[in-house]
């Protein structure tokens, strides 16, 4: 994989002064004018570690004061730094809210929108501890801003002046060390208009010399609290704009003259409300194939396909109360899909309520950091600087969804009702003690029309009718939420000075230090425990009074167990075997409380406490920095100004881990993100680095001034080895008006620990768009290229499973034609590989700066540059994985060997059986495909097989293997519970009778 960047970036800039006070885009200080008598200062400035006239910098470099982020009254610090172009798409709190697990809050500066992993982000030059556990990704919040002199960013590589990761650029944030006097800055800020959402800010800097001002002590602290931002604070979700579908083309005619889509507002939608509504057994009739609104679906016989429940008058079931009525539609909108769901003024949810609750986490912070800096000596100085940063934030998330199949043949009543998914199971419907009458009537009186195929001309034909005592309650359930409680502590010290000469070197400026830099971050994720929903929810009569009262509700598994059914009898269709064979699932039956999921506000406190769960999950990142450095000036030997050199020396090391997920888990099933614990993991790094800048002329006919400057860095890792990096620049000025800058450099990304490390722990595919499925192929939005490749390597995958021959890839209308209908997310896994080579890329810059003198102040600065990375670090989402194993003129086998098609509920479908340690896919970081013939991780469970409807005998052990392509190293299975459609599989698991 290979990213590209080329842009060519103008900006003007009016202002005062474009020195290291200069305006938040300023992108060059000018020159001195020829009148002004003093001298300006050299300096070290970023991207160069010689001290030079800013005038002069090698490369771009935009400067932003104190002032500039102060006085715009953004909310937080990443939204000031956003709106400059090149970090416009920095992460900011809002894009971390229920997308990342641990991350509410952060802000990642982003440059080049390269990624936030490949820009350096530094405090006076030197490295911070990352906030994201397994990253380097400094929160740049984490920043005290009265202590900012200014932020200077590099937009351009530069990993051979300041190491790893700066492959777009650097951040560096260059704080005030000789502060004197007390500043307060506050803020208070409206961030939602409606329902008063504020976010609040006090700041206050203290300082004082002492010792004939040879001791500077300076402390900063700081308050922040952020209102929480949920999406009906916000007027335009809140109206739920929506685009839906008006009218279906034909495949064979992409635009047939009629509108296909509109926008509406305002409507109410029916078919996921807060805990349910119930739709009746029932195929849709089909349109026409020249009007393809409804889509041919066969509904005859028992299936959990949701087409055959897709929300009809008629047929589906509101509650009110207790009780339960047929559904008003209003006046349904939207004409194409089998399930059409929305209306306006009639029953059903504001759709805003089907996403994030949170638009915006509730965040309160302080920051604290105090410092001082001591002239041990005219020439020496010591410095020491100690941050403590605490943040908490919590935001509630979209709530926990089920579907619910309401049928009585696939289970008994003397047995435990069938789970099928993390997010479905079966419940009786006859024997529900909070089922409405109503409902369980018309369950058991349903019938169906059994629809034939549609012609081009004629909806599809009724063949028949028949029996369907089926429904399916499809709900929201409880909410789901996280508190984060993240704490940074970072120690910064050491000693700096100058000499006027040292040997044969001239102006000399040196540095060492030490940086420690910790995160502790505290994640608790509320969700549920499936199993006791399931186990609650299946809730009957005890008419008997067995388990004390006669005509209580109990929970069926509690009445069963009280009643002394034998071994085997409840299945457990997580673990295997019975439920009572594990301490967990007879704690469970014996604390079971029932509980109404029929309707909002027929829940009792208990019954939601019976299956409420968390996890606790606690991660460090530590980070050890020690860096040396010098430079000076040689010789001049033609007139043009001293030959600059540095050199320098730096240790790093980092370490990660992540407890607690294993342990919270604890053998649930739970509808939380679990997995195992991220063991301690670590890597350290020896480098050498050294510049020199050549100054060609200074003043000659052939210009003002000229200068070439090069750099190198050597770097040893003990995860991927040595690396060089290098670059070169070239300065030239042919008069003062207007200057002409180039580089070239090479830098790297070394992949960060949860990138190589992190272990194999569970996320879904949401959404699912199998791109074999037949309404995709036959879409007008394939070329014929890929309808043809698809066709081909879609049969050849469905051969592989033991299904060739079985569907027809081009027809929908087909009664064979494959219509998966994947009724929640698909679980998978993402991990870590330990195997990863580091990223590479090459920049190149070009900028011509014009400063006409003879208008003031006037600045503008042309920027090309270009980034190309190679051996991308990427995860590749599961979606991309199963577009890409059939896209191609041949199946792709890298991307084939990451999905599987063992969905127990859909034949041939994305997914795996209930259990499964690896699920539908595997999310595998990599370098450039195909992957490295490596395996990068394993491990082992042991666990009993489950069958429906009995209880499995013998314990199993599974050995899992993940690999990414193929590799020498493998088991020896005694038999594969997968297929084994491929020469080399992404995944091998191993079961062996003991």
């Given at each position: 994989m290979k990213i590209n960047r080329k842009l060519l970036l103008g900006s003007t800039a009016f202002a005062t002064a474009f020195a290291l006070a200069s305006p938040?885009?300023?992108?060059?200080?000018?020159?001195?004018?020829?009148?002004?008598?003093?001298?300006?200062?050299?300096?070290?400035?970023?991207?160069?570690?010689?001290?030079?006239?800013?005038?002069?910098?090698?490369?771009?470099?935009?400067?932003?004061?104190?002032d500039e982020v102060l006085e715009t009254g953004q909310t937080t610090m990443i939204d000031y730094l956003a709106t400059?172009?090149?970090?416009?798409?920095?992460?900011?709190?809002?894009?971390?809210?229920?997308?990342?697990?641990?991350?509410l809050g952060l802000e990642f500066a982003n440059l080049r929108s390269l990624g936030t992993g490949r820009t350096l982000t530094l405090i006076d030059g030197r490295r911070h501890v990352g906030s994201s556990a397994g990253s380097l990704s400094v929160d740049v919040s984490t920043v005290p801003r009265l202590l900012i002199e200014n932020i200077e960013i590099v937009t351009g590589g530069a990993s051979s002046i300041y190491g790893a990761d700066a492959v777009s650029g650097v951040l560096n944030f260059i704080l005030r060390d000789d502060f004197e006097g007390l500043e307060i800055d506050a803020n208070i800020s409206e961030i939602a208009s409606r329902n008063d959402r504020y976010s609040q800010r006090i700041s206050m800097l203290a300082g004082r010399n002492f010792l004939d001002d040879r001791l500077n002590v300076y402390l900063h602290a700081e308050y922040e609290l952020n209102d929480e931002v949920n999406s009906f604070d916000l007027p335009w979700l809140d109206r739920a704009p929506l685009v839906l579908g008006l009218d279906a083309d034909p495949t064979a005619m992409p635009s047939d003259g009629i509108i296909d889509q509109g926008v509406f507002f305002n409507l109410n939608r029916l078919d996921r409300?807060?805990?349910?509504?119930?739709?009746?057994?029932?195929?849709?009739?089909?349109?026409?194939?020249?009007?393809?609104?409804?889509?041919?679906?066969?509904?005859?016989?028992?299936?959990n396909n949701t087409n055959c429940f897709a929300v009809t008058p008629g047929r589906t079931f509101w509650y009110e109360g207790g009780g339960a009525r047929l559904a008003n539609f209003g006046t349904r909108v939207g004409n194409t899909g089998i399930n059409r769901p929305f209306n306006v003024g009639g029953d059903g949810v504001n759709p805003a309520d089907f996403s994030l609750f949170s638009q915006y986490p509730e965040m309160e912070s302080q920051r604290y950091q105090a410092g001082?800096?001591?002239?041990?000596?005219?020439?020496?100085?010591?410095?020491?600087?100690?941050?403590?940063?605490?943040?908490?934030?919590?935001?509630?998330?979209?709530?926990?969804?089920?579907?619910?199949?309401?049928?009585?043949?696939?289970?008994?009543?003397?047995?435990?009702?069938?789970?099928?998914?993390?997010?479905?199971?079966?419940?009786?419907?006859?024997?529900?003690?909070?089922?409405?009458?109503?409902?369980?009537?018309?369950?058991?009186?349903?019938?169906v029309p059994v629809y034939g195929p549609p012609t081009a001309d004629a909806p599809a034909p009724v063949l028949g009718f028949v029996a369907a005592p089926y429904a399916q309650h499809t709900m929201f359930g409880p909410e789901r939420f996280q508190e984060n409680t993240r704490e940074v502590t970072r120690f910064v010290g050491g000693f700096e000075g100058t000499f006027d000469r040292l040997a044969f070197v001239n102006n000399v400026n040196w540095d060492i230090g030490y940086t420690y830099g910790e995160v502790d971050n505290q994640n608790l994720e509320y969700g549920l425990d499936v199993q006791r929903f399931q186990w609650s929810a299946d809730a009957v009569v005890d008419t008997a009074g067995v388990m004390g009262t006669p005509g209580a509700i109990v929970c069926r598994v509690s009445l069963l167990d009280a009643q002394g059914a034998p071994n085997g009898q409840l299945v457990d269709y997580f673990r295997g075997g019975d439920i009572r064979d594990t301490a967990y699932g007879q704690q469970s039956i014996d604390e079971c409380v029932p509980l109404n999921i029929f309707g909002a506000g027929n829940q009792s406190e208990e019954g939601l406490a019976y299956s409420s769960a968390f996890l606790d999950v606690t991660q460090t990142n530590k980070q050890h920095q020690g860096m040396a450095r010098i430079a000076g000036q040689l010789w001049d030997f033609w007139g043009a100004g001293p030959i600059g050199m540095a050199l320098g020396y730096e240790y790093r090391k980092e370490y990660t881990e992540g407890v607690g997920?294993?342990?919270?888990?604890?053998?649930?099933?739970?509808?939380?993100?679990?997995?195992?614990?991220?063991?301690?993991?670590?890597?350290?790094?020896?480098?050498?680095?050294?510049?020199?800048?050549?100054?060609?002329?200074?003043?000659?006919?052939?210009?003002?001034?000229?200068?070439?400057?090069?750099?190198?860095?050597?770097s040893d890792y003990t995860t991927v080895g040595e690396i060089e990096t290098w670059g070169v620049n070239l300065v030239y000025r042919p008069i003062r008006d207007i200057a002409f800058r180039s580089s070239f450099n090479t830098s790297i990304r070394v992949p960060n620990l949860g990138e190589n490390f992190s272990p194999a722990t569970q996320t879904f595919w949401n959404g699912v768009v199998d791109p074999c499925d037949t309404r995709q192929i036959a879409s007008p939005n394939r070329t014929a290229e890929e309808r043809t490749n698809r066709i081909q390597n879609c049969e050849l995958l469905a051969q592989q499973?033991?299904?060739?021959?079985?569907?027809?890839?081009?027809?929908?209308?087909?009664?064979?034609?494959?219509?998966?209908?994947?009724?929640?997310?698909?679980?998978?896994?993402?991990?870590?590989?330990?195997?990863?080579?580091?990223?590479?890329?090459?920049?190149?810059?070009?900028?011509?700066?014009?400063?006409?003198?003879?208008?003031?102040?006037?600045?503008?600065?042309?920027?090309?540059?270009?980034?190309?990375?190679?051996?991308?670090?990427?995860?590749?989402?599961?979606?991309?994985?199963?577009?890409?194993?059939?896209n191609g003129a041949t199946l792709n086998t890298a991307a084939c060997n990451t999905i599987f098609r063992n969905n127990p509920s859909i034949p041939f479908g994305v997914g795996a059986p209930t259990g499964d340690p690896i699920g539908g896919f595997i999310q595998a970081r990599s370098t450039t495909p195909p992957w490295r013939p490596k395996v990068w991780t394993s491990r082992s469970t042991t666990r009993s097989t489950p069958t429906t409807g009995s209880a499995a005998t013998g314990a199993a052990s599974a050995t899992v293997w993940v690999v990414c392509g193929c590799s020498s190293r493998s088991s020896t299975p005694t038999r594969t519970i997968r297929p084994t459609p491929r020469s080399c599989r992404a995944t091998s698991t191993t079961r062996v009778s003991v």
């Open positions: 938040g885009l300023a992108q060059d200080a000018p020159p001195a004018s020829e009148q002004d008598a003093t001298t300006v200062e050299e300096i070290v400035i970023t991207g160069s570690l010689i001290r030079r006239d800013p005038v002069n910098a090698p490369t771009p470099l935009i400067q932003v004061s104190r400059i172009p090149a970090l416009m798409n920095s992460r900011v709190p809002t894009d971390n809210t229920g997308s990342v697990l641990n991350a409300p807060r805990w349910g509504q119930t739709t009746l057994f029932g195929g849709q009739q089909a349109s026409p194939t020249s009007n393809p609104n409804v889509a041919h679906v066969q509904c005859a016989g028992l299936t001082l800096n001591f002239d041990l000596t005219p020439n020496v100085r010591a410095f020491f600087e100690a941050k403590f940063v605490t943040e908490e934030a919590n935001f509630i998330g979209q709530p926990s969804f089920f579907t619910v199949n309401l049928w009585d043949n696939t289970y008994g009543p003397n047995s435990a009702s069938i789970l099928r998914a993390s997010s479905q199971f079966d419940l009786r419907y006859s024997d529900n003690a909070f089922l409405p009458q109503a409902v369980k009537d018309a369950i058991a009186a349903n019938v997920r294993d342990a919270s888990t604890a053998g649930r099933f739970l509808f939380l993100n679990t997995g195992p614990d991220f063991l301690g993991a670590e890597y350290s790094s020896d480098e050498v680095f050294t510049e020199i800048s050549v100054p060609l002329m200074r003043d000659s006919f052939l210009g003002e001034y000229a200068e070439i400057s090069g750099s190198y860095r050597f499973y033991g299904f060739g021959g079985q569907f027809n890839w081009t027809d929908e209308s087909a009664p064979n034609a494959y219509l998966p209908a994947y009724t929640s997310g698909i679980a998978g896994v993402n991990a870590g590989n330990p195997f990863l080579e580091p990223e590479e890329s090459e920049s190149f810059t070009f900028s011509v700066i014009l400063q006409p003198r003879f208008i003031n102040n006037l600045s503008i600065v042309l920027d090309y540059y270009s980034i190309e990375v190679t051996d991308v670090i990427a995860s590749v989402s599961a979606a991309v994985a199963a577009t890409n194993c059939v």
